[in-house]
């Protein structure tokens, strides 16, 4: 019986932030076939390195996994943001400076978990949902330095990726400006199930989901 994993953070964990609506899990296992199953592992606020806590949980039938993680990798450097700087240089050098530290983490988890040689699709982070047009704008630029590294892992590596910034494009996709709502989890509920039925996991080669 096929069992999929869900690995990460709140994208995945949602029940908080939902109320009485079906969170991604729920929506899940109501979308694939009847004799799959499906697990969440993942765990609202945690960060890249949380996640070998999770891989210790997998249950021994796991037979695919999906990882969406560095949302809150992204938000612990927010401050960057706000800091004083003397020239437009010294901005990138501090923004390539978290790009290689992101990199260096996100590309041991992921190594990590290859080595278990399950199925495996990985999620961008999706875009946030700020009221305020500058603050939303600056949002979007800062985590492109943060997508590029998911994105490139993916082709890297040959596994499928799913684009949470093509999936969730709604105001209404979010509970708040940066969680899923019910609608949104049901589009990323949509894009795992695609991936996991749509793509052919005993080839190595990326193929985009959303």
Known sequence: ????????????????????????????????????????????????????????QLPKDTTHLVLSIGGNDALCCIGILNEKVASSAEVFIKLANLREDFEQQYQKLLQSILSLKLPTALCTIYNPNYPESTYQRIGVTALTIFNDVIIRQAFQNGIPLIDLRLTCNEAT???????????????????????????????????VFY
Request: hydrophobic share 40%.
């Open 1 to 56: 019986m096929p069992h999929i994993v869900l690995l990460g953070d709140s994208i995945f964990d949602n029940a908080t932030y939902v109320g009485e609506d079906p969170d991604v899990i729920t929506q899940l296992r109501m979308k694939v076939p009847e004799n799959w199953n499906a697990s969440l592992k993942a765990i609202d606020g945690n960060k890249v390195d949380d996640v070998y806590a999770q891989l210790e």
């Open 173 to 207: 996709d979010y509970a708040n400006p940066i969680e899923p709502s019910c609608a949104g989890g049901e589009k990323i509920v949509n894009a795992i199930v695609n991936a996991v039925l749509e793509h052919n996991f005993s080839k190595r080669y990326t193929q």
